[in-house]
């Protein structure tokens, strides 16, 4: 009995499980696909769908470095090359090179958590190929420019403004040591559940609720050997291809509008702020 | 057709006095061609791209949809850039039983062709051995695929192609023993004989007409998917193990042709199961012109068959692969006894039912039924389960 | 007449080959189907990484460790951000142990579905793999979200983590974990429970529980021969204390106690262990920092440390002698999969060809991990 038992046993299971497996693959052919046909059949540009935190490319707003050269020791690999000049009389700081590698940079964010103002942040560009290696080192100064220096009131030149009240939220999203909470911009767009589908993340044409600092539109900075500058529809309406996509893409719209708003409290706060943020760090900060 | 080209040759289209077995040759040789190049080819490029559509849409992603309309031109693509690519034969290779490996696999891929039933009247050759004939040919794989392994010189494509050698073989035994019960049920070996044995109705095909029927048929099924170094039994060419078993030397059209070879056996082997056990070309009499019944009698053989090869599109993306002691204990221990059981008891039915029993038939078409209902019930449940978005469109 | 030549053959899985776990080589010796012998040969995959550490500093080798294992990259920052807090008698505020070992269980998860579908692969399954894959890219989205990297996360810092959970992720991360506990089960009516995969896997290359002992084996591939030896529970760390989670152990009910069908369980019932750890700590996450102060210039005193942590391929041990400057003067990882190599010489004795390809899948072999 228990060898003929188990020979039709074994027959049994294998038309069993066959079968399930059989329905598990049929339920699947009736099922959305979970490609993203990226990059030419999707309605919003992937670029603008990516988190805040997104680690890409990196990118340096000269107007707030203060050429404190915190990154250039951060950076494991030693791929930004800095080189400044501190004048005595007028205590100006002067930066003639700012060059980062992107060839080496393995995009850690290791140089951008010591920056005292956000002026090097990563952004959501990850499509970095070019036909020259040479092409791969971003030389951000064609002449020397002076650092900037932090302010004690807010800032009074509305570009550099917004640029700091971005930078500042870039650094703001790191972990504050000492602070007892999440800082406040963070809770700026309250968080809303995920939408009716289970997937937590829905394909990428409905950007999901949350996004509260995405791709803010950011003025043009004059820095030649720069890529293609991300043109200014972040914004733009994704047409809605799918179901899901317009509770997110109205969201993405409107989300941009309270981005900004908490702005005046953050600009008092922010050069305030990166004196001492820069003391966290251990270094004496640049401009003293 | 014969009538057709003598009344032709009656009316002098040929010129005054053309001899009989020339002409009778040339329109045998123009038949043939339009057959393989109407059907035969085009159905072995076509079937790759449904089958990476179906593939893919069973393993959540989208095939290929780029080149022409659905991505429907992706076999003219990947055949263009097959004969573009460099031929490479081994140094040490034995260079003429390594190019004619894979003529000998397409040999055995193009001659089913001539007794493939169409409809009534659209048959190549009536071949009063017809299903012995197509079983025989379709053996000639064996040889292809030896030979290529061997002459690859290489230990991993030997071992591919002696391992496909053992499997062919060794399935061919189920598969032949899974016919006898229907030539018992019909007395005759053509294939339009056989066909024409069977009813349009379901409990009249004779895979309901009694259950080791049923049984005959699922284990053709089987084999013929073993034979064909399908999944699961496509050892030969395990891409983890082997990269591509016998066939890793070849490059360019000659690799080509060992898996245009493979597809389109899968038409073969579905269209015997179709024949023996479906019903072929069964069609109710629905209008008294020849023409459209033999219309829809090719729609109905071909959508017979198609069903069948989507099935085995469909098992080749579920289930992995066995190893080939399992394989071989899989057929000499369960798959030949088992055929062994159904022809004694399909030979006991006839002696006790000669002209059938058609109880038996709506008994076993309920059973079926009851399997199908069954299925559709468990695909709900899993459905239901993963609450992903649900999606119809088969053709994105 | 010549007496026929019988000598077995000598292959070679190369370096390149399709179901190798990374840049492996094996020379098998078969007679066959049948293996003598499969003596795997390493180091393709060598980049130094643990000189570099002398190099780059002790902040500045948290990127490196994420490469030693770069899918599951979690465990390895743990253990290095542990081994430097160890040294410099750092404390991590709670919440950053909270956020630490949420990284890291979905980490988990995301290995274990990648060594589940790729079993599938290396036996001829391409479904399984997909949807695996599917899976992990949810869980790769919402790590996304948290770091900013898909792979190579760079999350844990010395003294906790970068960032603190973005507003309306542990919603996301609650929704996921209800999507993918039926998924689970969908996997295994698939694949797991499937006659063909259960043939293939159950019986096939045994590792008795005294055998895994004596050649060092770990995680997963230690627990399925039955040793209930699990870093978490056994030498507890971090603020696993406070969860309740059980440690699945191999029972051999598919066959023999500790073949592979036991080793591919295990990483299925872990699976599930890990989503019951992730609910708890998304409930329960305590208010606080999540990252502790720590100087720029990180110079822990003199000395050395030894850390172990549960990494998805097991007890990842990491080994930090410190001189007292600014780099460190060694650094060591064990990795689990270093040691598994060993074992594959001794079991391929018999084995069939298709059955070493399972066997290297059942271990769970990363060559990252092998080489360093």
């Known amino acids: 009995m228990g060898a003929s038992g188990s020979y039709f046993r074994h027959i049994k299971d294998a038309i069993v499980t066959i079968f399930d497996g059989m329905a598990v693959t049929a339920s699947h052919l009736v099922r959305k696909p979970y490609t993203i046909q990226y990059p030419d059949r999707i309605a919003v540009r992937v670029q603008d769908t990516l988190p805040f935190r997104y680690r890409g490319i990196l990118d340096v707003d000269l107007e707030i470095c203060t050429g404190c050269l915190a990154c250039d020791r951060a950076c494991p690999i030693d791929c930004i090359a800095m080189a400044i000049e501190k004048n005595a009389q007028t205590r100006e700081i002067v930066i003639s090179q700012f060059d980062i590698d992107i060839a080496k940079c393995m995009y850690c964010g290791l140089c951008s958590e010591p920056c005292p103002t956000g002026a090097i942040h990563h952004t959501t560009e990850f499509e970095g190929a070019d036909y020259s290696l040479e092409s791969l080192i971003r030389r951000f100064i064609t002449e020397p420019v002076v650092a900037y220096k932090a302010k004690k009131g807010p800032e009074p030149d509305p570009e550099v403004a917004g640029l700091l009240e971005r930078g500042m939220k870039y650094v703001d999203e790191w972990a504050q040591p000492g602070s007892d909470k999440p800082p406040a911009t963070a809770a700026a767009s309250a968080p809303k559940p995920a939408p009716a589908a289970a997937t937590p993340r829905a394909p990428i044409p409905a950007a999901a609720a949350p996004k509260p600092m995405a791709a803010a539109p950011r003025p043009a900075v004059p820095a030649p050997p720069k890529p293609a500058p991300i043109p200014a529809t972040a914004a733009a309406t994704p047409a809605a291809p799918a179901a899901s996509a317009s509770p997110g893409g109205s969201a993405d719209a409107s989300a941009t509008a309270p981005a900004v708003s908490p702005s005046p409290e953050d600009t008092t706060d922010a050069p305030a702020a990166a004196p001492a943020k820069s003391d966290n760090g251990g270094d004496p900060p640049a401009d003293a | ?396 | 007449m010549s007496t026929l030549r019988t000598e077995e053959m000598t292959l070679n899985m190369g370096p390149q080959h399709p179901s190798t776990h990374g840049v492996l080589r094996f020379v098998i010796k078969a007679d066959g189907e049948v293996m003598r012998e499969a003596i795997p040969d390493v180091g393709y995959l060598h980049r130094s990484i643990e000189k570099i550490a002398e190099k780059v500093g002790y902040h500045g080798f948290m990127p490196y460790t994420d490469r030693v294992d770069y899918v599951c990259a979690m465990f390895t920052n743990q253990g290095w951000g542990m081994a430097c807090e160890k040294l410099a008698n750092i404390e991590v505020p709670r919440r950053g142990e909270y956020c630490r070992v949420i990284a890291a269980e979905f980490n988990r998860l995301a290995s274990h579905l990648l060594t589940v579908g790729l079993m599938g692969m290396d036996i001829g399954a391409m479904t399984p793999f997909l949807h695996a894959l599917r899976e992990r890219e949810m869980i790769n989205d919402l790590i996304e979200e948290l770091c900013g990297a898909r792979l190579t996360f760079n999350y844990m810092r010395i003294g906790g983590v970068a960032w603190d959970l973005p507003p309306g992720w542990r919603e996301k991360a609650l929704a996921y974990l209800d999507h993918l506990d039926p998924i689970i089960n969908e996997f295994n009516s698939l694949f797991s429970y499937n006659k063909i995969c259960v043939e293939r896997l159950a019986k096939v290359a045994p590792i008795s529980a005294e055998d895994a002992i004596n050649y060092n084996l770990v995680g997963p591939n230690l627990r399925a021969s039955g040793v209930n030896w699990d870093v978490r529970k056994n030498i507890p760390y971090s603020v696993y204390p406070e969860f309740d989670f059980e440690v699945p152990l191999g029972s051999g009910e598919w066959g023999i106690v500790g073949d592979a069908m036991d080793r591919y369980m295990m990483r299925i019932r872990e699976m599930v262990q890990s989503s019951r750890i992730l609910r708890q700590a998304l409930k329960r996450m305590p208010e606080g920092p999540v990252l502790a102060k720590v100087v720029r210039n990180f110079k822990p005193p003199a000395g050395e440390c030894q850390i172990r942590v549960e990494s998805a391929r097991g007890d990842q041990g990491w080994y930090v002698v410190s001189d007292g400057t600014a780099f460190p003067w060694r650094v060591h990882v064990r990795t689990g999969s270093f040691a598994a190599m060993g074992i594959i010489q001794k079991l391929s004795r018999g084995l069939m060809i298709a059955d070493l390809v399972v066997l290297i899948a059942s271990l769970d072999v990363i060559a990252p991990e092998i080489d360093r």
């Open chain 2, 1 to 396: 057709m014969q009538k057709w080209i003598d009344s032709l040759i009656a009316r002098g289209d040929f010129g005054p006095h053309p001899s009989h077995d020339l002409v009778y040759a040339i329109a045998i040789a123009v038949a043939c061609a339009l057959v393989l190049f109407l059907v035969a080819v085009p159905f072995a490029s076509v079937v790759t791209w449904v089958e990476r559509r179906v593939w893919a849409r069973i393993q959540s992603r989208i095939g290929p949809n780029r080149v022409g309309p659905n991505g429907f031109l992706q076999w003219l693509a990947d055949g263009i850039k097959h004969v573009c690519k460099e031929d490479v034969i081994p140094e040490e290779a034995d260079a003429r039983l390594f190019k004619l490996a894979p003529y000998l696999v397409v040999l055995a891929f193009i001659l089913p062709w001539a007794v493939m039933p169409f409809s009534s009247a659209l048959i190549l050759a009536d071949l009063n051995i017809g299903i012995l004939y197509m079983t025989a040919i379709t053996a000639l794989t064996v040889v292809g695929v030896l030979m290529a392994g061997w002459a690859s010189n290489n230990k991993w494509s030997l071992i591919g192609g002696i391992r496909s050698a053992a499997q062919i073989i060794s399935y061919e035994i189920p598969a032949g023993l899974s016919i006898f019960p229907v030539v018992l049920m019909t007395g005759t070996l053509s294939m339009q004989g056989i066909i024409r044995a069977q009813g349009w109705e379901p409990n009249h095909w004779f895979m309901f007409a009694n259950p080791f029927c049923f049984v005959a048929t699922i284990i053709l099924f089987v084999s013929s998917l073993a034979e064909n170094n399908r999944t699961p039994f496509d050892l030969p060419e395990a891409e983890s193990e082997l990269v591509a078993g016998f066939a890793t030397e070849y490059s360019s059209m000659r690799y080509l042709f060992f898996f245009m070879a493979e597809w389109g056996n899968m038409f073969i082997a579905a269209a015997i199961i179709a024949t023996l056990f479906l019903g072929g070309w069964q069609f109710p009499r629905v209008s008294a012109s020849a023409v459209v019944m033999n219309a829809l009698q090719f729609i109905t053989f071909n959508l017979k068959v198609l069903i069948l090869v989507f099935v085995s599109m469909w098992i080749r993306g579920t289930l992995p692969r066995v190893r080939i002691d399992q394989m071989m204990s899989l057929c000499w221990k369960y798959f030949v006894p088992i055929s062994f059981v159904d022809l004694i008891g399909t030979a006991v039915w006839v002696a006790i039912w000669p002209d059938g029993n058609p109880i038996a038939g709506w008994v076993m078409l309920a059973f079926g039924g009851a399997v199908a209902v069954l299925f559709a019930w468990r695909v709900t449940y899993f459905t239901r389960l993963a609450r992903m978005e649900l999606y119809f469109h088969p053709t994105i």
